[in-house]
């Protein structure tokens, strides 16, 4: 496993999913908003 060894590689891997999650709830938010061109 990756998170075993550590490293560079486990903490951008966590980043990344972390980046992905934070846009996706920021697009559902603004998707509810009303007057949003989304």
Excluded at 12 to 23: E, G, P, T, W
């Amino acid at each position: 496993m990756a998170f075993e060894q550590g490293g560079m590689a486990s903490g951008l891997l966590i980043i990344a999913v972390s980046i992905v999650f934070a846009a996706g709830f920021g697009f559902l938010v603004l998707h509810f908003v009303p007057g949003t061109p989304f």
